[in-house]
């Protein structure tokens, strides 16, 4: 966007959440912003924390350039965001364009601030936090287009209404266009009070299905990735790290690599010692060359001698014996309700089980890579991002230089999924720049990806229900040994390692009398990170699963079972992340509503099965129903998906189906073929060979979402959608064989049984 | 030096003949709409055409197009201003999320239809077989039948 900001520092006060900005664009168009001041907010890793800022601008041909503030990962956020700013401008949809807005990071008196407020894009948080803020962007944008006009006609403010992208007077029958009126509205002040918004009946664009805004650009190839970032007289990077996880380059000859033709550098690259944070995930041989194929056939070229740290004996065999024999001991009790263990020896039953979540790799079909060029007294980075505020403190990590004058600028992302939460790709491209002295695109191959990531955690859960002569639930503990997603976080102390782990809000606590949470550190060498819907794709797997195996023990419905724990509508306190509150009873409505999708009490027979599940994510709430076959040699075809949500107000109901989807498909790629091993300390798996990403070929014959609003506040969509499918789906397939999956993933372990 | 077409326009390429043609499109003549996913002839990302047929340009050497006629994602459209119908269909049916691999995906679509131009499901699912990690295959799925209307239509 080429406008620029006119500030006027006078309205700016510290002690108010916001201020703003009114101006005029270098072209003469109208502009306005309301940027937020958080300093802390913008640190955080784990979330884009609840500050938001916007950019608006209307064109002498009465277009309007809506700037979203957010990286686009494919979440939708470059559509549904604008939608809240268009909707009170009263503007057509059609006439609107979406611009990124780069990172705003600004130096002020008290520290660093926030230009647009928080831009990171993670734990589905952005539709939520910026939902009254954008609407009010758009309707001060509003009175300000009306207050020029009026002026103008020489009428009051109060006789005159807006139509989509109009203002109109109908005492003089008289009407402006918002571009004739842009240039005057930008002069007035910016109005003190917060501006009244729609009555939700009146909404015009929220609500409404609305297409991807790029979908053009995307079809045709021209929209823009991190990868496609061309600027002349760059270099190309790639780097070979190290394979042994925490080990090191020890030696290496680089002799044949400088012969291939265009290799221009070659020089070490220096990782985090073991335990260390991580800046960057490994030590390496970096080879700078002129084309990414040069520096590609350089690097194979390289004769590199490895030391292999401390974690050779690490393997997926020993980190599982691990977990049992941690499981055998006791942990960290991080939740103690009632008298757990008194209730245990009262018990008539006990259920128990055992559950095994394996790591898995993020896999964005867009490798990582960066553009950086790091100068004398500035840098500029160019980096498909999901959270900007990092790579800036990262480029600061690397080169020493003032934040302020570090410039990230975001590009559309080919995929997030958490992996780009960690800027560590951002570091080695400004580690590469700042050696050779000039701009440098880092380039990640598949290979790279695959066997370097922060992989999401591993564990194993032990679930025990203690059951009264009635089959009633009166005592729980679920004891997890997991390597925690905090490893080598600063300022996260041991103790606080489970907060990653187990959430201790998280259904059923609260709902059985005398309820425990414990957790068993393990210890492993694996580097671990935030993954779609984090810690919630585990748990929801093992409570889902065991409150069916519950059922089965008792001779419950599943069904029933849930719908009598869930209870009735009402609001509980829930202080995870997606709270302050969490009402059951909407779990119950979908799981209801999904049941008479599929036809629940209908008898199955053939190896055919059903199966539900459902889960309160980040303030969403999704439910899955799987109908599946399964043959006597184990064959498993799944017949049928109907996914459901309730995410408050669908902002844009097509994005929400589409992530919905996703979701699904990414849980059912998941649960079905997903895993990261490990041998001798070095991760084994490299590409899709043998990282095996769902293709069409396996999708199921019938898919259905169903979105079903509840009202209120939206919330995010981005991980909702994908906590309950793997639960569902095993317990389908027990419903329709009896063998229950208690480790992930599925593969093969049908045809197994049924040898 | 490997002389070739690209998007009906001739081209030459002086570097190195066992380049990927994936790489000369991308950092020679800057065509960034074909993109790199796995490197090993996997994912699909990386589709474009030769001589009319759907080809993997990361496992593609350069010396093999020589004389060759090559069609990328940015020279599928008739015109400007018209999109083939695959690309309608694509945004008439809102298939992207990310929308990385959507370019590939498309010039998978146009070589399945141009040999079944009415597929059925499972057609579809037996000749799309590339990647997409945001998992937006049920749309994929929907837009290949439309696009199969559409070209119907239209022919």
Same mark, same amino acid.
């Given at each position: 966007?080429?406008?620029?900001?006119?500030?006027?520092?006078?309205?700016?006060?510290?002690?108010?959440?916001?201020?703003?900005?009114?101006?005029?664009?270098?072209?003469?168009?109208?502009?306005?912003?309301?940027?937020?001041?958080?300093?802390?907010?913008?640190?955080?890793?784990?979330?884009?924390?609840?500050?938001?800022?916007?950019?608006?601008?209307?064109?002498?041909?009465?277009?309007?350039?809506?700037?979203?503030?957010?990286?686009?990962?494919?979440?939708?956020?470059?559509?549904?965001?604008?939608?809240?700013?268009?909707?009170?401008?009263?503007?057509?949809?059609?006439?609107?364009?979406?611009?990124?807005?780069?990172?705003?990071?600004?130096?002020?008196?008290?520290?660093?601030?926030?230009?647009?407020?928080?831009?990171?894009?993670?734990?589905?948080?952005?539709?939520?936090?910026?939902?009254?803020?954008?609407?009010?962007?758009?309707?001060?944008?509003?009175?300000?287009?009306?207050?020029?006009?009026?002026?103008?006609?020489?009428?009051?403010?109060?006789?005159?209404?807006?139509?989509?992208?109009?203002?109109?007077?109908?005492?003089?029958?008289?009407?402006?266009?918002?571009?004739?009126?842009?240039?005057?509205?930008?002069?007035?002040?910016?109005?003190?009070?917060?501006?009244?918004?729609?009555?939700?009946?009146?909404?015009?664009?929220?609500?409404?299905?609305?297409?991807?805004?790029?979908?053009?650009?995307?079809?045709?190839?021209?929209?823009?990735?991190?990868?496609?970032?061309?600027?002349?007289?760059?270099?190309?990077?790639?780097?070979?790290?190290?394979?042994?996880?925490?080990?090191?380059?020890?030696?290496?000859?680089?002799?044949?690599?400088?012969?291939?033709?265009?290799?221009?550098?070659?020089?070490?690259?220096?990782?985090?010692?073991?335990?260390?944070?991580?800046?960057?995930?490994?030590?390496?041989?970096?080879?700078?060359?002129?084309?990414?194929?040069?520096?590609?056939?350089?690097?194979?070229?390289?004769?590199?001698?490895?030391?292999?740290?401390?974690?050779?004996?690490?393997?997926?065999?020993?980190?599982?014996?691990?977990?049992?024999?941690?499981?055998?001991?006791?942990?960290?009790?991080?939740?103690?309700?009632?008298?757990?263990?008194?209730?245990?020896?009262?018990?008539?039953?006990?259920?128990?089980?055992?559950?095994?979540?394996?790591?898995?790799?993020?896999?964005?079909?867009?490798?990582?890579?960066?553009?950086?060029?790091?100068?004398?007294?500035?840098?500029?980075?160019?980096?498909?991002?999901?959270?900007?505020?990092?790579?800036?403190?990262?480029?600061?990590?690397?080169?020493?230089?003032?934040?302020?004058?570090?410039?990230?600028?975001?590009?559309?992302?080919?995929?997030?999924?958490?992996?780009?939460?960690?800027?560590?790709?951002?570091?080695?491209?400004?580690?590469?720049?700042?050696?050779?002295?000039?701009?440098?695109?880092?380039?990640?191959?598949?290979?790279?990806?695959?066997?370097?990531?922060?992989?999401?955690?591993?564990?194993?859960?032990?679930?025990?229900?203690?059951?009264?002569?009635?089959?009633?639930?009166?005592?729980?503990?679920?004891?997890?040994?997991?390597?925690?997603?905090?490893?080598?976080?600063?300022?996260?102390?041991?103790?606080?390692?489970?907060?990653?782990?187990?959430?201790?809000?998280?259904?059923?606590?609260?709902?059985?009398?005398?309820?425990?949470?414990?957790?068993?550190?393990?210890?492993?060498?694996?580097?671990?990170?935030?993954?779609?819907?984090?810690?919630?794709?585990?748990?929801?797997?093992?409570?889902?699963?065991?409150?069916?195996?519950?059922?089965?023990?008792?001779?419950?419905?599943?069904?029933?079972?849930?719908?009598?724990?869930?209870?009735?509508?009402?609001?509980?306190?829930?202080?995870?992340?997606?709270?302050?509150?969490?009402?059951?009873?909407?779990?119950?409505?979908?799981?209801?509503?999904?049941?008479?999708?599929?036809?629940?009490?209908?008898?199955?027979?053939?190896?055919?099965?059903?199966?539900?599940?459902?889960?309160?994510?980040?303030?969403?709430?999704?439910?899955?129903?799987?109908?599946?076959?399964?043959?006597?040699?184990?064959?498993?075809?799944?017949?049928?998906?109907?996914?459901?949500?309730?995410?408050?107000?669908?902002?844009?109901?097509?994005?929400?189906?589409?992530?919905?989807?996703?979701?699904?498909?990414?849980?059912?790629?998941?649960?079905?073929?997903?895993?990261?091993?490990?041998?001798?300390?070095?991760?084994?798996?490299?590409?899709?060979?043998?990282?095996?990403?769902?293709?069409?070929?396996?999708?199921?014959?019938?898919?259905?979402?169903?979105?079903?609003?509840?009202?209120?506040?939206?919330?995010?969509?981005?991980?909702?959608?994908?906590?309950?499918?793997?639960?569902?789906?095993?317990?389908?397939?027990?419903?329709?064989?009896?063998?229950?999956?208690?480790?992930?993933?599925?593969?093969?372990?049908?045809?197994?049984?049924?040898? | 030096?490997?002389?070739?077409?690209?998007?009906?326009?001739?081209?030459?390429?002086?570097?190195?003949?066992?380049?990927?043609?994936?790489?000369?499109?991308?950092?020679?003549?800057?065509?960034?709409?074909?993109?790199?996913?796995?490197?090993?002839?996997?994912? &699909?990302?990386?589709?474009?055409? /030769?001589? +009319?047929? #759907?080809?993997? =340009?990361?496992?593609?050497?350069?010396?093999?197009? %020589? &004389?060759?006629?090559?069609?990328? /994602?940015? +020279?599928? #459209?008739?015109? =400007?201003?018209?999109?083939?119908?695959?690309?309608? %269909?694509?945004?008439?049916?809102?298939?992207?999320?990310?929308?990385?691999?959507?370019?590939?995906?498309?010039?998978?679509?146009?070589?399945?239809?141009?040999?079944?131009?009415?597929?059925?499901?499972?057609?579809?699912?037996?000749?799309?077989?590339?990647?997409?990690?945001?998992?937006?295959?049920?749309?994929?799925?929907?837009?290949?039948?439309?696009?199969?209307?559409?070209?119907?239509?239209?022919?």
């Amino acid at each position: 966007m080429s406008a620029r900001y006119i500030r006027d520092e006078k309205t700016i006060d510290q002690g108010r959440r916001r201020f703003l900005i009114g101006g005029l664009t270098a072209g003469g168009g109208f502009l306005l912003g309301i940027p937020s001041i958080h300093l802390l907010a913008q640190d955080s890793a784990e979330t884009g924390a609840g500050q938001i800022g916007f950019f608006v601008e209307i064109k002498a041909d009465n277009s309007v350039t809506i700037g979203v503030a957010q990286p686009e990962i494919g979440q939708g956020v470059r559509t549904a965001m604008p939608m809240l700013v268009a909707e009170e401008l009263d503007v057509e949809w059609s006439s609107v364009r979406v611009e990124q807005m780069p990172l705003g990071i600004i130096k002020t008196a008290d520290g660093y601030a926030w230009k647009y407020g928080g831009q990171g894009a993670g734990g589905s948080t952005s539709v939520t936090d910026n939902w009254e803020f954008l609407r009010e962007v758009g309707a001060t944008a509003r009175l300000m287009l009306i207050q020029a006009a009026a002026e103008y006609w020489k009428v009051s403010s109060d006789s005159c209404h807006t139509e989509p992208g109009m203002v109109v007077c109908d005492s003089l029958g008289a009407r402006l266009s918002y571009s004739d009126v842009a240039a005057a509205a930008a002069k007035l002040p910016v109005p003190e009070e917060k501006p009244t918004l729609k009555d939700p009946a009146q909404f015009r664009i929220i609500g409404k299905p609305a297409n991807v805004v790029d979908a053009r650009e995307i079809v045709t190839g021209q929209a823009r990735y991190g990868i496609d970032t061309d600027v002349a007289g760059m270099r190309y990077a790639v780097i070979q790290r190290c394979p042994y996880l925490d080990g090191g380059v020890e030696s290496f000859d680089d002799s044949k690599a400088r012969k291939i033709p265009g290799v221009v550098d070659v020089f070490k690259i220096e990782g985090p010692g073991a335990g260390e944070p991580y800046l960057i995930l490994a030590s390496g041989v970096a080879v700078v060359a002129t084309s990414t194929w040069a520096a590609l056939q350089g690097r194979k070229a390289l004769d590199i001698k490895w030391s292999k740290g401390p974690h050779t004996g690490e393997s997926t065999a020993s980190f599982w014996k691990q977990t049992e024999q941690l499981l055998e001991g006791s942990g960290q009790i991080v939740r103690d309700d009632g008298g757990f263990d008194e209730a245990m020896k009262q018990a008539d039953q006990v259920v128990q089980a055992r559950y095994e979540i394996p790591f898995v790799n993020h896999a964005p079909l867009e490798p990582q890579n960066c553009y950086a060029s790091v100068e004398k007294d500035k840098a500029h980075i160019i980096a498909p991002t999901q959270m900007p505020s990092g790579a800036n403190r990262a480029v600061a990590a690397v080169t020493g230089l003032p934040r302020e004058n570090i410039q990230v600028e975001m590009t559309r992302v080919g995929g997030g999924f958490g992996r780009r939460l960690t800027n560590d790709y951002v570091a080695e491209a400004a580690m590469i720049s700042l050696k050779i002295g000039g701009p440098v695109k880092l380039q990640w191959s598949r290979e790279d990806d695959v066997q370097h990531d922060f992989y999401r955690p591993s564990g194993m859960h032990e679930v025990k229900a203690g059951l009264d002569g009635d089959g009633n639930i009166t005592a729980w503990t679920q004891r997890l040994a997991s390597a925690s997603k905090y490893y080598r976080r600063p300022n996260v102390p041991p103790e606080e390692q489970f907060g990653a782990e187990l959430y201790v809000d998280d259904f059923p606590a609260g709902f059985i009398d005398n309820f425990r949470l414990e957790w068993l550190m393990v210890q492993s060498g694996v580097p671990r990170g935030s993954w779609r819907a984090p810690a919630h794709t585990a748990n929801a797997f093992v409570i889902q699963s065991f409150l069916d195996e519950v059922a089965h023990a008792t001779g419950k419905d599943p069904l029933q079972l849930r719908l009598d724990l869930y209870g009735e509508n009402r609001d509980l306190p829930y202080s995870n992340h997606g709270g302050p509150t969490f009402n059951p009873w909407r779990l119950s409505r979908l799981l209801q509503h999904i049941a008479g999708q599929v036809d629940y009490g209908k008898s199955r027979t053939g190896g055919r099965g059903l199966g539900i599940a459902s889960h309160f994510t980040f303030g969403g709430y999704g439910a899955h129903a799987v109908e599946v076959q399964v043959s006597k040699t184990g064959e498993l075809t799944i017949e049928r998906i109907v996914a459901a949500v309730d995410c408050g107000l669908a902002v844009n109901p097509r994005g929400v189906e589409a992530q919905l989807e996703g979701g699904t498909i990414d849980g059912l790629s998941t649960a079905l073929n997903l895993e990261i091993t490990v041998q001798d300390g070095q991760i084994v798996q490299s590409n899709f060979h043998d990282y095996p990403l769902l293709r069409m070929a396996q999708l199921p014959a019938v898919i259905e979402t169903h979105v079903l609003p509840y009202g209120g506040i939206p919330t995010g969509m981005g991980e909702m959608g994908l906590p309950s499918l793997a639960p569902a789906l095993t317990n389908a397939i027990f419903n329709a064989c009896g063998v229950r999956i208690r480790k992930l993933p599925i593969r093969d372990q049908l045809k197994q049984a049924m040898i | 030096m490997i002389s070739f077409v690209i998007n009906n326009e001739n081209v030459s390429f002086e570097g190195v003949e066992d380049t990927p043609l994936l790489w000369v499109l991308r950092d020679h003549f800057k065509l960034k709409g074909t993109k790199f996913g796995c490197g090993i002839g996997s994912c &699909g990302a990386c589709m474009v055409h /030769i001589d +009319g047929q #759907a080809r993997k =340009s990361c496992t593609t050497r350069i010396s093999s197009v %020589a &004389g060759r006629q090559v069609t990328t /994602i940015e +020279g599928l #459209a008739p015109s =400007s201003t018209q999109l083939h119908p695959v690309q309608q %269909a694509w945004i008439a049916e809102d298939v992207p999320q990310c929308g990385y691999c959507q370019t590939g995906q498309i010039m998978a679509a146009v070589d399945l239809l141009k040999e079944i131009p009415k597929p059925s499901d499972s057609d579809i699912a037996r000749k799309m077989k590339n990647i997409c990690r945001c998992g937006t295959y049920v749309r994929i799925r929907r837009a290949v039948h439309r696009a199969a209307e559409l070209m119907a239509e239209e022919s």
